[in-house]
């Protein structure tokens, strides 16, 4: 099995972003309550709230507030109305990102993001412009420390996933939509714990950057687009070498 894995590449960003505390609560609050409101409060019978709540225990997110995100969701804490956006975006090196965002307040995430993307050089695209440049996959990372990549391959093709990536301590599975499941369960039932399972948008081709000033844009932009506190999720089709990301800063 072969390709290239972006988890490497961008969670090396990631991580600093994540280290805002309370802004990752509130994303993961906003996550929870928005996947409770469409399937209900039992994470058992609602998938996509147990994807959130994976998230929210990446962050260290306290039980009672995940208790009461939950009740928003479902109707018992009085919640605001809450809605997702999507925005398509051309990056410097004309990178395709796309950012989801979970608010409560439509004008004010749209003038955030407006002024992020005008500062980071860069602009929003038409509907669908950028979006056809992805397909939604399933997505599942697991560390190379948990698991040896035989296992995980073996486990993998068993459950019915498409591919299998190894490359910088982490393998990368993806699926398609529909046995995006199946395939996250086999872990499960390995006990074999997960970074991260979404089913999210996949570049179908991806943009090397080889300027390093260049890709330097395009890594603040994104960053600073995932510190806004009412996005929840950034995509791209960026592809940085090992070589240019050594040389970076980062």
Do not use: W
């Not at 990752?24 to 609050?29: E, G, Y």
């Not at 093709?157 to 398609?176: P, Y």
């Not at 872990?187 to 948008?201: C, G, H, S, Y």
Request: aromatic content about 4%; glycine content about 8%.
């Amino acid at each position: 099995m072969s390709g290239h894995s972006h988890y490497s590449t961008i969670k090396r960003k990631k991580g600093a972003t994540d280290a805002k505390r309370g802004v990752a609560f509130s994303k993961a609050a906003k996550a929870i309550t928005i996947a409770a409101r469409h399937g209900g409060g039992d994470p058992d019978m609602n998938l996509a709230l147990r994807y959130a709540l994976l998230k929210a225990r990446e962050c260290n997110m306290p039980r009672d507030n995940i208790e009461r995100a939950i009740k928003k969701g479902t109707g018992e804490g009085g919640a605001g109305q809450i809605e997702t956006l999507h925005y398509e975006i051309y990056a410097p090196g004309g990178v395709a990102i796309m950012a989801e965002a979970l608010t409560d307040n439509r004008n004010r995430t749209s003038g955030e993001l407006r002024n992020v993307i005008e500062k980071g050089g860069g602009t929003l695209a038409q509907p669908n412009a950028v979006a056809r440049l992805f397909h939604r996959k399933g997505v599942i990372t697991i560390s190379a420390e948990v698991a040896p990549e035989d296992k995980v391959m073996e486990i993998a093709l068993e459950a019915g996933a498409e591919d299998v990536i190894s490359a910088g301590g982490v393998h990368e599975v993806t699926t398609q939509p529909d046995a995006f499941e199946a395939v996250f369960k086999a872990f499960e039932l390995a006990d074999i714990k997960t970074l991260t399972a979404a089913v999210q948008p996949v570049p179908m081709i991806t943009v090397p950057l080889e300027d390093v000033e260049i890709a330097k844009k395009v890594l603040r932009l994104i960053t600073t687009l995932e510190e806004l506190e009412d996005v929840n999720e950034v995509y791209s089709n960026l592809d940085i070498s090992e070589e240019v990301m050594a040389k970076l800063d980062v």
